[in-house]
Structure formats: structure tokens, C-alpha cells
């Protein structure tokens, strides 16, 4: 018996034989379409066995799986944030619109507006995109400095990184009010942050995250517009 990670990534949706490898095969092509996305095969094979077996699951069980059934309120999973909320409903609304989902949804399997998509959404939005480019400073120390960084890695939930020069980060955050000359923005934090700082510091870097997913995918779509 393969190993999942070993199968092979199907080359196209010719050389597939299931209705539960096409629609996977088509999920991933769309999804990659749509938010204009690159990966090598090794990734891809990686992604294509997640979702199929998302979709084995959902099939044997008649779609009566919780994680897959429609999501009424998305702010469960989407941060707050409005656009990245309305492009994953401009995708769901593609992948309804498609005939491979039509065809496969009358087998009591319903694609559009699912949480357990939601959720790949985000994953794969995390894993493909760079990180939020953070610049710590406090007025404590080079050690003091070092323990804000390290809690806050620690608590994202999203890739961070730390740079030195704070004219190349997206979120300054220190504990001290007049730090920088700079009209990036900041967050204020104690030098031993308390778990609500460290809640706020979180839920900043979210937002500028998937804000930077939608501003490079804005970029693009300009891009090719051109």
C-alpha cells in the first residue's frame, strides 16, 4: 500500500479515473487559478492529497460530515476581514458554477460555502505566502528585544519574520512610545507582554497578513490586466 505523500500528483485531469479525483484534481486547478498562485510538484502533490481526502471522507459518509457542511457565519475563520471574505465567496461561487461540482454535488455532496474548504483556504493561503515582516524593539535591551520576539513567534498564528532595518517592516512593535519616525504601522506593548498584548500583537499580524495575500493578488490581477 502507497504512502499518500508518495502517489504521484496526477500530470492532468485526463489521467484520472474517479469522480473524486477529478473534482480534487479540479479544486486544486481552480483554487491555484484564482488566487494566482505557483507551487512546485512536490507541493502540489501535497495539497491534491489533502483534499482528496477531504473528499473520500465527505463521499463515504453521504456528505453528512460536520466540517464540511455549510459555514453561516465565515467570521468564525476569516479574521475580520471583509475582501478575503468576499474573494473566498467569489471562489465558492466559481466552484459552483463548475459542471465537475454539479455533477459530483448529486451524490449528496454540496462544495460551495463549506467550513472544512474555509479552513484549506487558509492553509494553503499561509503556506504559499511570505510572512509578515516584523521590526522589535525595546528599550530594555538587545535581551529584552529577544523575549518579545520569541513570544511573539510563538503566538502567531501566521509566518513572521524579524528585520532589522524598521523602514522594511510592515508593523513596528515596541515597548516604547518614541521609538521610530516612521508612518508604518505600530503596536505599543509592556516589555513583559500579558496575554491580552500578546492577543492584540496577534490579531494585528492576522490582519496584515491576509491584507498582504490581498494586496499581492490585487497586483496581479493588474498585472495581467495589462
Known amino acids: ?15 484520472l479515473n474517479t469522480d473524486i479525483e477529478r473534482v480534487t484534481y479540479t479544486w486544486l486547478q481552480l483554487f491555484l487559478e484564482f488566487f494566482k498562485l505557483s507551487v512546485d510538484t512536490k507541493l502540489f502533490n ?9 473528499h473520500t471522507i465527505s463521499f463515504i459518509f ?9 459555514m453561516e457565519n465565515y467570521n468564525l475563520v476569516i479574521l475580520d476581514n471583509s475582501e ?6 467569489e471562489f465558492f461561487n466559481l466552484l459552483k458554477n463548475n459542471s465537475i461540482f454539479q455533477n459530483f454535488s448529486n451524490r449528496k455532496f454540496t462544495p460551495t460555502f463549506s467550513l472544512g ?18 521590526h522589535v524593539f525595546s528599550k530594555l535591551g538587545y535581551l529584552a528585544t529577544s523575549y518579545l520576539q520569541e513570544k ?12 532589522g532595518n524598521e ?3 510592515d508593523i513596528l512593535i515596541s515597548d ?28 494585528v499580524i492576522e490582519k496584515k497578513y491576509y491584507e498582504n495575500i490581498l494586496k499581492n493578488q490585487n497586483s496581479n490581477h493588474s498585472k495581467l490586466a495589462e
Request: proline share 7%; net charge neutral.
Open 46 to 54: 501535497y495539497m491534491y492529497q489533502i483534499i482528496l481526502n477531504a
Open 152 to 163: 511573539i513567534e510563538k503566538f502567531s498564528i501566521v509566518p513572521v519574520t524579524f528585520v
Open 1 to 15: 500500500m502507497k504512502v499518500l505523500s508518495k502517489i504521484p500528483a496526477p500530470q492532468s485531469i485526463d489521467s
Open 117 to 134: 474548504y474555509t479552513f484549506f483556504i487558509h492553509s494553503f493561503l499561509t503556506l504559499l505566502s511570505p510572512p509578515v515582516r516584523l
Open 62 to 70: 453521504n456528505g453528512e460530515v460536520h466540517w464540511i457542511r455549510r
Open 176 to 203: 516604547s512610545y518614541n521609538s521610530f519616525m516612521s508612518d508604518t504601522s505600530m503596536v505599543h506593548t509592556q516589555p513583559l507582554p500579558q496575554e491580552h498584548e500578546l492577543i492584540h500583537i496577534k490579531t
Open 84 to 89: 478575503l471574505d468576499d474573494r473566498i465567496l
Open 167 to 169: 523602514q522594511l517592516a
